[in-house]
């Protein structure tokens, strides 16, 4: 029997050689022992010799692939599907069409990756300063990066003719490790730099783009899973097993209370329609992260490529890096050594490395982050009463409970350490859902940790009693046979697509919704099935990708008495609010400034998303900007903007928690809107317009539908005035929002004290007052919410108000010019420590959270610059790439055989001598026939499967069924080509040893 080795690229066999290898060396297809092609016979060179090395490579290529076994085969049919039917349930037709994607959070993460291609990246930078929302903030300071940066690299491409060029160029790149027999060893190298070099150059339209990344998290999740169980050493069929029980993740809608928590908690596909894309990306990472953790762990292989993987993982998201970090602590305790402890030691520091220059600026700069005051569940005092156990254990996750339960016990029986890991994972998980505190952190953020661990156990589970029956009908328990795990995957993805696709109620020729609104699967056949139960993951992805312009006007039927009568509403309306908006921002008159438009929630959900207005600055080039914005956390001025929303609208979203927040007063909200330097009010409601119309505080300058414009006095709101009294620190307070937000809104709240702001620091010379400690209830008895708080009395130190003129306010910059210089001047942008004046003392930080300057020339500016924290951040990223290249150059780890490993084999070695020596008395006494001879050459019997790849004897090489080898491989030698066969990653050759 011929041997075969692994180099399928799936775990898979390759074909024998063809033909054999001549006493030269040459193979007798014309290719040398290391793949290279002879020249033709006759001395030809040029086209033709190179004609004849490319099939050659291709034929070579072909037989590897051909040469896949039934398992490798089955498993990739199986992710592939996987991939697909969440690819389909996303609406790739739509993911393809150029328009603005829309839809909760996503509606405006679209300004993200435009604002950094516009004015971040051209300044070399990462993350800048943005005066489009909240009166500036700093860009992706505290947001993750990366994400928008993959939407910018897709976009941009290469527009020019040598696109002809590079395109095919680039796409040569991706196979060719699996074609050249030489450049084998880098393939997955190659196909990294091939998959980034198409990337580079071929130019996508900036809405596909963002679709396309967007999505990209969900799809790829399958691919992770299976190669998470792939790359730990499991055997067929845990693998694809994984893969499928991904898609009972992305799936998932719990936990279903409080109008659907789920849907924004991260992870699946709500989650990520609803703007969590960067956590789901974030979360596959994780995923592969922890496979190449394993592998290493068993293999002492692979450093530099975990230690990227994590510095990914964290800077796609943070919360699912707080995840892999607490699965690597389990990891190293379940794969316990001193070998492999010195093998990850220098990961983490690596990864961190990487990372820094976003990860330093975001530490030392926390106290500047927003706490939109997430409830703790189970909320409190609900009705019905909530307890954890709605959450962690709803009656719709009491099968995978019980399934998950199974591939625990059978993995601790078995010795299978990936269901320790993760049977850990949903413990520990569920734990710190009940116990973390109330804080920053939403406990219902650890709960997509707890439900994917629970799903991947239930599908190990399954596999797991999928490979316990292959034992049992098996004539050789140590090499079950795959046909029950290859018999089973058909019947498998097709119980997966009906039972997650009914709900879905968009799967072409499958499932839709009957006039009932029921789902309905084969609709119109003798075997149509009606569901109940609806899944809208796939309709608001739907609604997302139709984009702002598909957003059609209202057709309900409702009359003119509603808040959003038909015909009214939709794309029309919104585009032309924006081109009105725009048209005043052209017009001399007028000009570029903030507006401040109020919130509406019916009349702005028919635009796509109630945030749609936080697109002005998008279509609009940056000359209107919002005071609102998406990225709550990121901007300490947030707070204030949302006390001014609810008393400027007639329903306002009040979305921060635990703020003093007040009802509709209009002149209240004027006198704020001219503190902050806001130029527009856009009023929508009959309240606010009718009051709106009756003030002389305002001109109305356009009307746009139901939109009413009106423009604030230039004078008292201009974003650059002098002061007629110097700010007063207050001691005792701290730069976090926990110390700062509390007397800053009270402050924000009483415009009779506004004539002295106080301030964080600043001259010796100003007067420094002690901020006396809160009350904890009101005069009332009812608990204090923030900003309702008695202040100390300011003193009034009065001087000279500084004549302010020629402002300019650029992007990261504002200049002015003042009569004279030594008086305070307050600028209204918002406050971070990375402003830098020049030609005056400061800036320095007074409420609400503006900035103050002391000029000392009459000639000021401000620039938003780099600090010593950014440069350090820089410079520990470019140790971190030194750190990369040492980690590749060191090469991989021995990892000896551990202590619970010796004793597994030692054990096992015991009942195989047992087993063999009861099997020779038996056929001494005649029980038992010989076993049969093979012929010389004839290879092994046939009932004992193929051979096994060649590979360096070790001492634990001879395992029982079902045990973890020190090395991490999962029972005996597995078939060859088998998913788990040898150490090796997807497509890996055994590792010698």
């Given amino acids: 029997m011929t041997e075969v080795h692994d180099v399928a690229g799936v775990g898979g066999t390759a074909a024998p050689r063809r033909g054999g290898s001549d006493a030269d060396g040459s193979d007798a297809d014309g290719s040398d022992a290391h793949g290279a092609v002879a020249a033709p016979a006759g001395g030809s060179t040029g086209l033709a010799a190179a004609r004849a090395r490319v099939a050659t490579v291709v034929r070579a290529g072909l037989a590897r692939i051909g040469g896949a076994s039934w398992e490798s085969a089955v498993t990739g049919l199986v992710v592939a599907a996987c991939a697909t039917f969440v690819l389909v349930t996303v609406h790739p037709g739509l993911i393809l069409t150029d328009n603005t994607p829309t839809g909760g959070d996503m509606g405006s993460h679209v300004w993200g990756p435009m604002y950094l291609m516009r004015e971040v990246l051209p300044q070399w930078r990462l993350s800048g300063w943005s005066p489009d929302w909240y009166a500036g903030f700093p860009a992706f300071q505290f947001y993750m990066v990366l994400p928008m940066l993959a939407i910018v690299v897709l976009d941009v491409g290469v527009r020019s003719p040598l696109l002809a060029l590079s395109l095919p160029a680039a796409l040569a790149v991706v196979p060719l490790g699996w074609f050249v027999a030489r450049l084998r060893r880098w393939r997955w190298a190659l196909f990294g730099v091939g998959l980034l070099l198409t990337l580079l150059v071929l130019p996508v339209p900036y809405g596909v783009a963002f679709k396309l990344v967007a999505v990209s998290g969900l799809v790829t999740l399958p691919v992770a899973a299976w190669a998470l169980g792939r790359l730990a050493g499991a055997p067929f069929p845990v693998p694809p097993a994984l893969a499928l029980g991904s898609l009972f993740f992305l799936y998932n809608l719990e936990p279903t209370l409080n109008s659907g928590t789920g849907n924004i908690i991260g992870g699946n596909l709500t989650s990520t329609m609803a703007g969590e894309f960067s956590f789901s990306i974030s979360l596959t990472l994780g995923l592969l992260y922890l496979g190449f953790l394993i592998r290493g762990l068993r293999t002492g292989e692979g450093r530099a490529t975990t230690a990227v993987l994590l510095a990914l993982c964290g800077l796609c998201h943070i919360i699912p890096a707080f995840y892999v970090l607490g699965a690597t602590a389990l990891a190293l305790v ?10 990850f030691l220098p990961i983490g520091p690596v990864a961190g490395l990487l990372a820094a220059f976003w990860v330093v600026p975001f530490a030392t700069r926390h106290a500047y982050v927003n ?4 409830e703790r569940v189970p909320h409190v005092g609900s009705d019905p009463a909530q307890g954890y156990w709605d959450y962690l254990a709803p009656n719709a996750l009491w099968v995978p409970l019980g399934l998950a339960a199974v591939g625990l016990v059978v993995g601790v029986v078995v010795g299978r350490r990936l269901a320790y890991l993760l049977g850990a994972l949903v413990v520990l998980s569920g734990l710190a859902f009940v116990h973390v505190p109330d804080g920053r952190l939403w406990n219902a953020r650890i709960l997509p940790l707890y439900y994917l661990a629970l799903f991947l156990l239930a599908a190990l589970g399954v596999a797991e009693v999928l490979r316990a029956l292959a034992v049992l009908v098996s004539r050789d328990p140590r090499r079950p046979t795959p046909w029950v795990g290859v018999a089973a995957a058909l019947p498998a993805v097709v119980f997966v697509v009906l039972f997650l696709g009914g709900p879905l109620a968009t799967l072409p020729g499958i499932s839709g919704v009957n006039d009932k609104g029921e789902a309905t699967l084969f609709a119109g056949s003798p075997i149509e099935m009606t569901r109940t139960y609806r899944n809208p993951g796939s309709f608001w992805a739907r609604y997302n990708f139709r984009g702002l312009e598909g957003q059609e006007p209202v057709a309900t039927g409702a009359g003119a008495e509603a808040t959003v009568p038909d015909g009214q509403g939709g794309w029309p309306e919104y585009r032309d609010m924006v081109a009105t ?6 017009d001399p008159d007028h000009g570029c400034g903030r507006a401040f438009w109020e919130f509406e929630r019916e009349r702005l959900g028919t635009y796509g998303t109630t945030m749609a207005p936080m697109m002005l600055p998008y279509f609009t080039d940056g000359c209107i900007g919002s005071m609102e914005g998406l990225y709550f956390e990121s901007s300490a001025t947030t707070p204030y903007h949302f006390l001014t929303q609810c008393q400027l609208s007639q329903a306002g979203s009040c979305s921060q928690r635990d703020l003093a927040y007040s009802g509709f007063d209009l002149d209240r909200g004027l006198d704020q809107l001219e503190l902050m330097g806001v130029t527009y009010y856009m009023a ?3 309240t606010a317009v009718t009051q709106a119309s009756q003030s002389d505080r305002l001109t109305e300058v356009a009307v746009s539908g139901p939109w009413h414009v009106y423009e604030l006095d230039p004078e008292r709101s201009q974003q650059v005035v002098g002061l007629g009294a110097e700010p007063v620190v207050l001691e005792d307070v701290e730069p976090t929002q926990d110390s700062w937000l509390d007397p800053a809104a009270a402050w924000f709240q009483d415009p009779s004290r506004w004539a002295v702001p106080f301030a964080l620091d600043g001259p010796e010379d100003w007067a420094r007052v002690e901020l006396p400690e809160a009350e904890e209830e009101t005069s009332s008895g009812t608990p204090r919410r923030v900003g309702d708080r008695t202040l100390p009395d300011l003193p009034v130190d009065e001087v000279r108000e500084a ?3 020629e402002v300019e306010m650029g992007t990261d910059t504002i200049s002015f010019r003042v009569d004279e210089p030594g008086t305070p001047v307050l600028v209204k942008a918002s406050y971070f420590p990375n402003w830098e004046a020049t030609g005056a003392e400061g800036p320095y930080r007074v409420s609400p959270n503006l900035m103050v300057v002391v000029p000392t020339d009459q000639e000021v500016s401000l620039h938003y610059g780099r600090t010593s924290v950014d440069w350090a951040g820089y410079a520990l990223t470019l140790l971190g790439l030194v750190g990369l290249v040492v980690l590749w150059r060191l090469g991989p780890v021995a990892v ?12 096992d070695e015991d009942r195989d001598r047992a087993r063999r020596e009861a ?15 093979a012929a010389p050459g004839a290879g092994t019997p046939d009932d004992a499967g193929p051979a096994p790849p060649d590979r360096d004897p070790v001492p634990w090489a001879d395992r029982a069924p079902w045990s973890d080898g020190p090395d991490g491989s999962d029972g005996s030698d597995p078939v060859p080509g088998a998913d788990g066969a040898g150490d090796a990653p997807p497509g890996d050759d055994p590792p010698d040893r």
């Fill in 334 to 343: 379940i794969w316990p050594g001193r070998a492999r402890l010195r093998w």
């Fill in 919 to 933: 099997e020779a008395r038996s056929r001494a006494e005649g029980w038992l026939a010989a076993p049969p001879v």
């Fill in 371 to 374: 706490d939109m005051g997430w």
């Fill in 803 to 805: 004549q302010v003129s």
């Fill in 581 to 586: 908006m725009a048209a005043l921002g052209q």
């Fill in 896 to 907: 000896p055989e551990g202590w619970v490993d010796r004793r597994r084999r030692l054990r």
């Fill in 684 to 686: 929508v409601s009959d």
